[in-house]
């Protein structure tokens, strides 16, 4: 069953258009993360869920109800902002409680939605503290406890653990996913972090200028990009990207100067027509080196120029034609600047793209 | 650290730390009567001095007798002191008709005060919780409006309001005074409140709104336990403003009601008989205490205010 649907939604802040015609259809339970780089509307498109923004044009249903001129209240959707945005004159109790009270709910019946809350999330020893008196994870634990006591099939979560440090995001990470499981409520994720979308996500969706660029697995996003942005903005480090033409229409390749890819194994869309302008995309840790490199279909020697030890792996930097080249090695390799290595990779887990629009072929 | 010296030293001892290092180390020696500190502290001991010496004359010549004032010794501490003065100035001093002193005035400005105060700062800061967090339609016009307001003379508007007064009925009394207040505070307060409420972070309002308060839920269960210190100061400015107004508190008032300031001066300025000079003095002293001890008692929560709003936090 369809739980959030999002129509044709567009909104303009005078003549600058945030979000262009989206649509987005989110199945119930579904964990979705809005990805993106900042400004390309991911959170403003979550406020419009919310009803904190009003929409120019388009429709949202949640849960089969037509909500977009609702208030947040009436919408059915618990929040959570990324500055925990706690009041800070209440208690923890009474935090988690405004919302109830405004809903005017008995007293019994806000004492136990408040308990399990506190139970689900382990804060039951600091229901009576200050917002003040509590670490930064503290704080987002009661701020993910306001959206759980309101009872409700939609969660949405805006960047909630960007003002954490790498440690307790991490663990926070693993505290959502494992509160999802046990919930099955419908989630709605924003964040920058490539990491927390790609643990977390059932499905992404890539935000860029206020359009939805690819909603898919993580898997599919990860290794069939639709487009250049989408391929150079998901993975750490980033994907290689060689320019060149496409050639032969019987056994099609790539040519970049001298270097030539066979591209027989690569899984086109639509057909290999040969064209002028084409980019090639690899990423770092589908490049293979040494004797592994000489058994992939296209293998190449080059020299190393930069190597970056990042504790579990090291990353190389070199050059393939007039092209930076990066790949991922075993830390435990001794690479050394200025050695000479055979590199190779399979284009089949290449990602071909038209050099004028940036779509994959 | 194959130097011999340089082992052998470090062997010595780590109590020997201090002795090892040469040249400048820890921390860095004041002199106490350099050039410079004797320029700043004899700068501020100077200006200092200026602003508190007409203090110093008035405290003084109010406790003097009126023989003592005609020796002429401004400077001189009371031979003998005395409070008659400002018994004189408080209760029995006269000002035009009336011969009560300013029991009269501080009593008409406490009442002019109060409500105003209190008026004045609660549509303020309605209006800017409103400006700053619902952006209805039309919000920057009314904003500018009002900006505007507060840079408009307030003597240009003397007479329209007397004639306005008038219509109303309310022309001499004290509720049209208040009235007057209550409006001129209106655009400085507004903006005041405009900022700070800014300056909260927007997701406590969104936090709210998605909990489900209204626009007057917010205001009072999270806007306004939150700003405490943007209502000290907004209440020291209007505080020490309307007490200290005279041109709206001489023009709108009839001499039963005439605020405090206008009575000071009443006294100060009237011409028969001999000149009191210590009478004078304790009834400005008196007339002043009020915002003096205003400034005293929230001075720490008046810097909090004016930081919280400047800054962005």
Redesign the interface.
Known sequence: MTSVLVRDLSLNFGLIEVLKKLNIEVAEGEFIVLLGPSGCGKSTLL?CI???LDVSAGQIFINGKNVTWE???DRG???V???Y?????MTVEGNLS??LK??RLPRDEIAKRVARAAEILQIEPLLQRKPAALSGGQRQRVAIG?ALV?DVDVFLF?EPLSNLDAKLRSELRVEIKRLHQRLANTMIYVTHDQIEAMTLADRIAIMSGGEIQQFDSPQAIYNRPVNRFVAGFVGSPGMNFLEGALEGAGTPSFRAGDIVVPLARYGFDNGAAPKDRVVLGIRPEHIFHGAAASSQPFSKEIEIEIVEPMGSDTLVWSKLGSHNLSFRVDSEKPLKVGDRVPVGFDPARASLFDGSSGNRL | MSNPGTLAITIAGADAIADRLEGPHGPKPRIAFSRRNIFIYGVLGVAALYYLLPLYVMIVTSLKGMPEIRLGNVFAPPLEITFEPWVKAWATACTGLNCDGLSRGFWNSVRITVPSVIVSIAIASVNGYALANWRFKGANIFFTILIVGAFIPYQVMIYPIVIVLRNIGLYGTLYGLIIVHSIFGMPILTLLFRNYFTSL?E??F????????GFW?IYF??MM??SLPIFVVAMILQVTGIWNDFLFGIVYTKPDTYPMTVQLNNIVNSVQGVKEYNVNMAATLLTGLVPLIVYFVSGKLFVRGIAAGAVKG
């Open positions: 406020n919310a009803g904190l208030e947040p209240k959707i618990g929040m902002f990324q500055s945005a706690l009041y800070p004159q405004f919302g405004n809903a306001r309101r805006d | 972070p997701e406590l969104k936090a709210a709104r998605v909990d489900g308060a839920g269960k999270i336990p939150m």
